[in-house]
């Protein structure tokens, strides 16, 4: 099976702070993976598809890039509403795996 | 709208059955693949299993393999796990999503949207 392996498990930013979280794939994915938000007590939102296409009504401050192995999310400019845990989803052959999270916390 | 509602969680003792259902709404159930995904309580989100739109193909997470079954009744328009020999690992809250898809480049892209609020599963004695 393919493991993600997702860095860092946490970071603190202030608000307008630029933001990269990292996954790796344990092998060659292409392009099949996607990226997701979640807050306390709501179901997961997804934000990016295909590795860095934007998913609709997602602000521009998201976006995505990488293939194959290692993946990359970026906030450009960190709001306020952007405080979540971030999860990374590989969909290669058949199997679909999440990364562990990465807890975006207020510094 | 396009809606998933979850229910039939509750606690349940070791080694016993839970079955779930997901009552999808607002979009043409039959023409799209189901996804289970579950969170125990403060870890990560976890994949379960996959049914495709016909009920054709399943897949599910080594975790699960052999004691959980997904299925679907299209005419309802609603999905289901069977969880049969629980453990308390199994406890979670577990989402329903639907997969949609597009081609992009020369491969077909994959994500969850819409996920259901979920259903919360305890095993316990």
């Known amino acids: 099976d393919i493991q993600m392996t997702q860095s860092p498990s946490s970071l603190s930013a202030s608000v307008g702070d630029r933001v990269t979280i990292t996954c790796r794939a344990s092998?060659?994915?292409?392009?099949?993976l996607g990226w997701y938000q979640q807050k306390p007590g709501k179901a997961p939102k997804r934000l990016i598809y295909?590795?860095?296409s934007l998913q609709s009504g997602v602000p521009s401050r998201f976006s995505g890039s990488g293939s194959g192995t290692e993946f990359t999310l970026t906030i450009s400019s960190l709001q306020p509403e952007d405080f979540a845990t971030y999860y990374c989803?590989?969909?290669?052959?058949?199997?679909?795996?999440f990364g562990q999270g990465t807890k975006v916390e207020i510094k | 709208q396009v809606q998933l509602v979850e229910s039939g969680g509750g606690v349940v003792q070791p080694g016993r059955s839970l079955r779930l259902s997901c009552a999808a709404s607002?979009?043409?159930?039959?023409?799209?693949?189901m996804h289970w995904v579950r969170q125990a309580p403060g870890k990560g989100l976890e994949w379960v299993a996959v049914?495709?739109?016909?009920?054709?193909?399943?897949y599910y997470a080594d975790s699960v393999k052999g004691r959980f079954t997904i299925s679907r009744d299209n005419s309802k328009n609603t999905l289901y796990l069977q969880m049969n020999s629980l453990r308390a690992e199994d406890t979670a809250v577990y989402y329903c999503?639907?997969?949609?898809?597009?081609?992009?480049?020369?491969?077909?892209?994959?994500?969850?949207?819409?996920w259901g609020q979920g259903t919360l599963v305890t095993v316990s004695s």
């Open positions: 999503a639907r997969e949609s898809h597009r081609i992009v480049g020369a491969t077909m892209s994959r994500w969850f949207d819409p």
């Open positions: 607002g979009f043409t159930f039959s023409s799209y693949g």
């Open positions: 049914i495709w739109y016909d009920g054709s193909n399943k």
């Open positions: 092998q060659g994915i292409r392009n099949d």
């Open positions: 295909a590795a860095s």
């Open positions: 989803l590989q969909h290669n052959s058949y199997s679909w795996t």
